[in-house]
Nanobody, 124 residues
Framework: QVQLVESGGGLVQAGGSLRLSCGASGRTFSTKVMGWFRQAPGKQREFLSEISRSGGTTYYADSAKGRFTISRDNAKNTVYLQMNSLKPEDTAVYYC?????????????????WGQGTQVTVSS
C-alpha cells in the first residue's frame, strides 16, 4: 500500500510559478512509476506527466510540455511538478498518482494509488 500526500498548491498570478510536491509513505517509492494529473471543475481528470522509477524517463501531455517539469527524489520519497508560466486555465485540483509499470498511458484507471489533491488557482 502506498499513501500519497500532495502539497505546494495555492493562489498565483498568471505568469507565475509553483512547485508541487508529493510525498509517499513506505519503502517502495523507488519501485513505483509516478505521475501527475489535474481536474478542473466540471471536467474529467487530465493526465499531465509521468516519470519512470529511476527518473531517467519522462512523458508529458501536450498541455504540460514546455511549461511543466516532473522530477523525483527517491531518497526523499518525493515527486515534484514544477509549473511555470501559469495560466488561468491551469486552475484545478492537482493529484499525484503511482503505479507499478511505465506505460505512457494517460488513462486514470491505469493508475493504482492516488493522493487527495492540492488546489492550484491562477488569477488573471
Amino acid at each position: 500500500q502506498v499513501q500519497l500526500v500532495e502539497s505546494g498548491g495555492g493562489l498565483v498570478q498568471a505568469g507565475g510559478s509553483l512547485r508541487l510536491s508529493c510525498g509517499a509513505s513506505g519503502r517502495t517509492f523507488s519501485t513505483k512509476v509516478m505521475g501527475w494529473f489535474r481536474q478542473a471543475p466540471g471536467k474529467q481528470r487530465e493526465f499531465l506527466s509521468e516519470i519512470s522509477r529511476s527518473g531517467g524517463t519522462t512523458y508529458y501531455a501536450d498541455s504540460a510540455k514546455g511549461r511543466f517539469t516532473i522530477s523525483r527524489d527517491n531518497a526523499k520519497n518525493t515527486v515534484y511538478l514544477q509549473m511555470n508560466s501559469l495560466k488561468p486555465e491551469d486552475t484545478a485540483v492537482y493529484y499525484c498518482a503511482a503505479r507499478r509499470t511505465y506505460s505512457e498511458s494517460v488513462y486514470s484507471s491505469t493508475w493504482d494509488y492516488w493522493g487527495q489533491g492540492t488546489q492550484v488557482t491562477v488569477s488573471s
